[in-house]
């Protein structure tokens, strides 16, 4: 079908959507497991900085950083073609390499999150001869996560609207396709358009939550 | 030869290549600067104009700026990009304009992050201490005055390391525009791969935009040093020059996150976390 030369074509915008949502899916998995990722390591890399010697913990402390502040769009590129002869799935590739980038930026949460527990907690945990395993695990952990939600909440969002990135490892996410479909039929209005939207309905009813969250918390 | 072992193997003969190849990396590296510098200067405006109008006392001004601030925040950079590069030269008259590559790049990352810096400066101002507003009447300064000479003051020296933080963000989304034929620091490294490898000039690349992010680091320690003893809560700049080198979100006091999170004026303003991601 040739799209009318005009603003907006709804009928091409329709012929659209079924390609849009094919790769809404694996950006909402992208995002899950992202997110997963970057929970759990976050939390551990906030852990191995405040127990590890200081012989381990300063090139840690610098890799954690270096990660941090180098773009995302690079270490995609870089980790598919250094990996791709080893993993057959690039969306796991993508996916590890976007959570990996934003463990660096929960465990920072996190170690704020452990900084903010009384002093006083610690020190009743001592007095108790609480084991160190316990105090983190039943002490520290529930109160540091408690203080840090809404900002991990943000992250998510955050990398939900980052995962077009994978778009230079050509990943079929949602607006990879709408580049693709645009591409295929030389009009990419109504694809790119809807695309943008799609993003924009998931994310703001999601912030808001996350802002009522923060408001709860405070 | 790639891989690891490739990469310390090959150092030599890849670092000549590098020299040889110069001229066009020095090429990448002006565009990147130049759109990661222009790209911020629009985000700053941006972020000033829309953020004080969020805060405006008339509702219509507020809510164009809410709406404003929550699209380009909630669409993805991406998205932006792509829609100035494909859809703009394809809508009917009176556009259907091709924006040169270097603008496009420059409008998306600045209207991306200024979206989001607009919230740092709303939550900074709304931050500064009810008491000045009323020190500002009671010194019976003019609201326009008392905006620029005692709260922006104040502001400013809280929403900088936010500001610095979304500056990297804006530094590492730049990478992207090489997929709008923008020839970037990022392409001209990936021209290097054919001769040198993988995991050199990825290496090489990463060592790149690490660099450039410290040069925003320490530009903007500086100006915090220099805000928060402009408003006397802090040691000159010529007295406390190790703090330039300050890596972000590891102050002595707990990392500047930490702070943002203890802080619940800020968290309910929105800029908890770096530079308030979401």
């Known amino acids: 079908m040739t799209p009318s030369n005009s603003w907006w074509d709804w009928g091409y915008a329709a012929e659209a959507l079924p390609v849009l949502f094919d790769g809404f899916k694996i950006t909402l998995l992208a995002t899950v497991l992202g997110t997963l990722i970057a929970l759990v390591l976050g939390l551990v890399v906030a852990m191995v900085r405040r127990t590890a010697p200081a012989i381990i913990n300063a090139p840690f402390t ?26 057959d799935s690039t969306l796991m590739i993508g996916i590890w390499v976007l959570g990996i980038h934003y463990t660096t930026y929960m465990a920072e949460v996190y170690r704020a999150g452990i900084d903010s527990v009384p002093k006083g907690q610690w020190e009743a945990a001592t007095a ?17 996560i408690r203080n840090t939600l809404p900002a991990l909440g943000n992250y998510a969002i955050s990398m939900f609207k980052e995962t077009p990135f994978f778009v230079v490892i050509y990943i079929p996410e949602m607006v990879r396709n709408a580049q693709t479909f645009g591409g295929d039929n030389f009009r990419y209005t109504e694809a790119i358009t809807l695309a943008g939207l799609i993003f924009l309905l998931a994310s703001y009813p999601t912030s808001l939550l996350i802002r009522r969250l923060e408001k709860k918390l405070a | 030869m790639d891989g690891v072992i490739g990469f310390f193997q090959d150092l030599g003969p890849n670092l000549e290549l590098v020299a040889e190849r110069m001229p066009q990396i020095v090429d990448g590296l002006l565009v990147t600067m130049l759109a990661m510098a222009l790209g911020a200067l629009l985000a700053l405006v941006i972020a000033f104009v829309f953020g004080i109008a969020q805060i405006s006392k008339f509702v219509v001004v507020r809510v164009v700026a809410r709406i404003f601030v929550e699209f380009f925040r909630g669409t993805s950079i991406v998205v932006q990009l792509f829609w100035l590069a494909f859809v703009l030269p394809q809508l009917p008259y009176p556009f259907g304009f091709q924006l040169d590559p270097l603008l496009v790049g420059v409008l998306a990352l600045g209207l991306n992050y200024g979206a989001y810096a607009a919230e740092v400066v709303r939550g900074s101002i709304g931050s500064v201490p009810k008491g000045q507003y009323e020190a500002i009447s009671a010194l019976s300064l003019s609201p326009t005055r008392g905006m620029f000479r005692v709260v922006i003051p104040q502001a400013w020296a809280l929403m900088l390391p936010s500001l610095s933080n979304l500056w990297i963000q804006l530094l590492k989304g730049s990478a992207i525009v090489s997929t709008v034929l923008l020839y970037d620091l990022f392409f001209q490294v990936e021209q290097l791969r054919d001769r040198t490898g993988t995991w050199f000039a990825y290496t090489f690349a990463l060592l790149a935009y690490y660099l450039i992010a410290w040069l925003i680091v320490i530009l903007m320690n500086g100006l915090e040093i220099r805000a928060k003893h402009n408003i006397g809560r802090g040691p000159a700049l010529s007295q406390s020059w190790r ?4 890596a972000p979100g590891s102050t002595p006091e707990g990392g500047r996150s930490a702070r943002v999170v203890r802080d619940k004026s800020a968290v309910k303003a929105g800029t908890a976390g770096e530079g308030g991601l979401a």
């Open chain 2, 243 to 246: 703090g330039l080198f300050q």
């Open chain 1, 128 to 144: 108790l001869s609480l084991p160190r395993v316990r105090t983190w695990r039943a002490v520290v952990v529930p109160q540091a």
């Open chain 1, 62 to 87: 610098w890799l954690v950083e270096f990660i941090r502040m180098t773009p995302l769009v690079i270490q995609l590129v870089f980790a598919n073609l250094a990996l791709s002869p080893f993993v």
